[in-house]
């Protein structure tokens, strides 16, 4: 087995304006794993504030010893990977998604198949839209046309006004994401009421992390639209304090280090009536189409980081009815445009 990789950096369709900051681009690794005449994608995407970088990703991957990578015992590969660091939760989604797309064209099925997942519907994906000024909006809101709902970022200065001016221009369904930009659970129950009653389907993330759980549990107790967490929980382990705390969460490869977790958090939240978002970063097509494999388990999707890129490395997913499409051939379906990866 031959694993090669390189930096692709991501540039956004628009500057990504987010509670804690902006910016004009994603650093990604891209990874392919070589077997049998199969090619297995993978990708880690690296917003900054999660701590990874090209370099981090890089020595992560270097570390990979292919031959603990085996199609005949996905289980140990799973393990071998997740025990190579603490930390790198998005260098290990890029190999072990690279890993299983390989797994699956060798077996000649989609993906999906591998965790059992038969169905090929996904749920509608929201679109972003990130802080923007009136004068922005209806040229965001046109990018969003093919879709069926709106994600809309809040946590700034003027969430009233700018709900409003979205309200006014679409009378889609929202998913209102604060991003830890609401200071307190008072506001935010005050946001929360303004909002409700207004299409508005759930909330994401409305305090910061360092939250304390009671002031979690007062605002889910009263909150009269479904609390879910995002960067308040990442992985498994995570999830017997998110239960009581959320109504739902918001699932990323990236995240949670890859598919197979990802597949297991579903599993928990099903069994301890958490709802589920597939959500992703800003990536291309390649980890969004590996989340989407496992998006018919998941009551929410919010895949849509193909569509905020301008240099995308790969072919961009096909919508149907604001749903994205999920490939009937083998892997994950995503297909790179040739020659777009300089291996070094
Ligand atoms: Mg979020």
Redesign the pocket.
Known sequence: MQLRYTPYRLELRNPFRLAHGSRTGTDTVVVQLTANGHVGFGEASMPPYLGESTASVTAFLSRIDTAQLQLGNPVATRHYIDGLSPTDNAAKAAIEMAFIDLLAKTNGVPSRTLFGVAAAATPPTAFTIGISTLHELPEKLKQAEHFHIIKLKLGGENDEELFDDVRKLTDKPLMV?A?QGWATAEYALRMIDRFAHQQVLLV??PLPTHTDPETWHWLKERSSLPIFA?ESVKRLTDLPMAKDLFHGI?IKLMKCTGMYEAFDMMQYARANGLKVMMGCMTESACATMAAAQLAPLADFADLDGPWLIANNPYLTPTLHEGRIVLSTTSGHGAIPLAPLHPFA
Do not use: I, K
Request: charge should be negative.
């Open positions: 994401d991003n994401e993330q995002d918001n």
